[in-house]
């Protein structure tokens, strides 16, 4: 990336093994015990998704920024943190505790400003949220899913750049016939 002249990098997520699970590995709440196949994506494809068993929380340690740190040591430009947000984690695990997805949402935002503020802490200055669920459930991010967006940025410096990223989904490649795709005028609703 730095080759290519790009000014501010990612790690490439090469060390998650899933992108959104991968956060919730390190998050207190969460069984990869208990797993069920879940489908996403309006159901595009299955996946199996570990199940919320207890109230999600944040540790004390945060591995989002051991990651970034592992990442600006050997970078000499800087380096975005990544973050999968709170509608994206819920659509795609198993609630076995909560029963009501607004406080699991709240609940995990609250875990992910933990995240993000320990990143600002530790020198982070582009810190970004993904939420492509935001595209297929506009009216739940018009509704909760930007207060949560905002509750993850809560505290967080000025100075931090702050960044949400919506897609209309994931295909294996460009212009798939057979992939459905969150409407493109999503983005004009939100």
């Known amino acids: ?23 919730c590995r390190h998050l207190e709440g969460f069984s990869f015990d208990h797993v069920e196949l879940l489908a996403i994506r309006n159901g595009a494809t299955n996946m199996e ?28 430009v800087p380096v975005k943190a990544t973050i999968p947000g709170p509608m994206t984690i819920s659509d795609t695990v198993v609630d076995g505790w909560y029963g009501d997805a607004e406080r699991l949402s709240s609940d ?3 875990a992910i400003n933990h995240e993000v503020r320990a990143l600002a802490a530790a020198g982070c200055k582009h810190i970004q949220i993904d939420e492509p669920l935001m595209a297929r459930k506009t009216e739940l991010a018009l509704s909760k899913g930007i207060r949560n967006i905002e509750l993850c940025f809560s505290g967080v410096p000025d100075a931090v750049e702050k960044i949400v990223h919506v897609c209309c989904g994931y295909p294996d490649y460009l212009d798939q016939k057979d992939y459905d795709k ?8 939100l």
Do not use: M
């Open 108 to 110: 995990l935002a609250v």
């Open 182 to 189: 969150a409407d493109p005028t999503a983005y004009f609703s």
């Open 49 to 76: 998704a570990p199940t919320v068993l207890n109230k999600i929380k944040a540790p004390d340690k945060s591995q989002t920024t051991c990651d970034w740190q592992t990442a600006q040591k050997i970078s000499s």
């Open 1 to 23: 990336q730095i080759a290519l002249g790009i000014d501010i990098i990612s790690d490439g997520e090469v060390r998650r093994e899933n992108y959104i699970h991968y956060l």
